[in-house]
C-alpha cells in the first residue's frame, strides 16, 4: 500500500505561481511513476504531468513552458511548480503513484483557484 498527501493548494492571483507537494509513504520502494492529474468541476480527471523513477517527465501541452515537476527521492515527495497561472488552471489536483506491478494510488486532492 502507498499512501499520499498533496499540500500547497489555495487561491492565486492569474500570473501567479504555486507550488504543490505530494509525500508518499508505505510501500514506496514499489513506485514508478509518479503525477500530477487535475479535475475541473464538471470535467474529467485529466493528466497534467509525470515523472517516472529515472527522472523523465512528460506534460500536457498546455502546461509545458508553466509548470515544472520534480521529485525528490530522499523525501518520498513529488512537486509540481506552477507558474503563470491562468483561470483555466483552476481544477482540483491529485497525486497519483504507479507501482512497478501497476497498481495505481491517488491522494485526496488538493484545491488551486486561480482568479482576481
Known amino acids: 500500500q502507498v499512501q499520499l498527501v498533496e499540500s500547497g493548494g489555495g487561491l492565486v492571483q492569474p500570473g501567479g505561481s504555486l507550488r504543490l507537494s505530494c509525500a508518499a509513504s508505505?510501500?514506496?520502494?514499489?513506485?514508478?511513476?509518479m503525477g500530477w492529474y487535475r479535475q475541473a468541476p464538471g470535467k474529467e480527471r485529466d493528466l497534467v504531468a509525470t515523472i517516472a523513477s529515472d527522472g523523465t517527465t512528460n506534460y500536457r501541452n498546455h502546461v509545458k513552458g508553466r509548470f515544472a515537476i520534480s521529485r525528490d527521492n530522499a523525501k518520498n515527495t513529488v512537486y509540481l511548480q506552477m507558474n503563470s497561472l491562468k483561470p483555466e488552471d483552476t481544477a482540483d489536483y491529485y497525486c497519483k503513484a504507479e507501482t512497478w506491478g501497476y497498481h495505481d494510488y491517488w491522494g485526496q486532492g488538493t484545491q488551486v483557484t486561480v482568479s482576481s
Open positions: 508505505g510501500s514506496i520502494f514499489n513506485i514508478n511513476v
